[in-house]
């Protein structure tokens, strides 16, 4: 599992978390993902709240970011205007509190923010034990500026490559493609994806989606090739290569 699945898993676990949703198994994965992930500490304060009205029947009070999203749903009582806070009666928290803990966790799945591939790669250089950083280096003279390092691990089948000084392509008539070479695999390289390089910019940080596994790979190819790339490259336009 990738960092974003993880990312997107650790989201699920984490809203059935604070609604009291998950078995043991569940709750052992949400603990492992917590840590490189963290908790919101706004779901469970309302998670309290909530709690507070169906237990204690006292008033329900909103955290201020959830208060303010919900203002032009409900008015604002007396005290509210005194406290800057908007308060719901028992009563009407008994009625509400479950929908209100149900629209922060569908705000937080629908909204929180994805991480990047640059914050995916730290997470995979910083988490993952068996991580491999090779620097690429031009294949060519028509490429000779070009730079950047790969990043790997086997355990996780994951990794991204850095680069830069590598020229903008046009996508709808050329794109560049990775192959892995695996010699344990077989003979042929691995498509590692194709990806575009856009123009005007720095660094650019290419997660590598290999089609197949590879174990302890060998050395990182990077082509250029025909739009949507190639089943199997003939290396007429080798861009880079990163080897151990």
């Known amino acids: ?33 917590s840590r490189d992930f963290g908790s919101d500490d706004a779901l469970d304060q309302l998670a309290a ?19 303010a999203r919900l203002k032009r749903e409900f008015a604002p009582t007396p005290s509210s205007k005194s406290t800057g806070k908007i308060v719901i009666g ?21 909204f929180s923010q ?37 990043v790997w691990s086997d355990s996780r089948q994951e990794g991204y490559m850095t680069l830069s000084n590598i020229p903008a392509n ?10 892995i070479v695996d010699p344990s695999r077989d003979e042929i390289p691995v498509d590692g994806g194709v990806f575009d390089i856009p123009a005007g910019s720095g660094p650019v940080v290419i997660p590598i989606q ?15 090739e025909q739009p949507g790339g190639v089943v ?5 336009v080798v861009v880079a290569l990163a080897k151990s």
């Not at 199997?232 to 007429?236: F, P």
């Open 210 to 224: 290999a089609k197949l596994a590879v174990k302890n790979p060998a050395a990182f190819v990077i082509t250029l």
């Open 170 to 179: 046009d996508p709808a008539r050329r794109q560049y493609q990775l192959w």
């Open 90 to 110: 028992p009563w009407l928290g008994w009625a509400v509190a479950a929908c209100l803990l149900g629209l922060l966790v569908v705000s937080r799945l629908n």
């Open 49 to 67: 709240e909530v709690e507070a009205v169906m237990i204690l029947e006292k008033p329900l009070v909103l955290p201020p970011a959830v208060a």
């Open 114 to 150: 994805t991480p990047t591939a640059e914050q995916r790669r730290s997470l995979l250089v910083e988490k993952s034990a068996d991580s491999r950083r090779l620097p690429f280096a031009p294949a060519s003279d028509s490429y000779a500026a070009a730079q950047g390092e790969v």
């Open 232 to 236: 199997k490259s003939k290396q007429e």
């Open 1 to 33: 599992m990738n960092v974003e699945d993880r990312w997107t898993r650790f989201e699920e676990l984490d809203a059935g978390r604070v609604l009291g949703d998950l078995d043991a198994a569940e709750l052992a994965e949400w603990q492992e993902l």
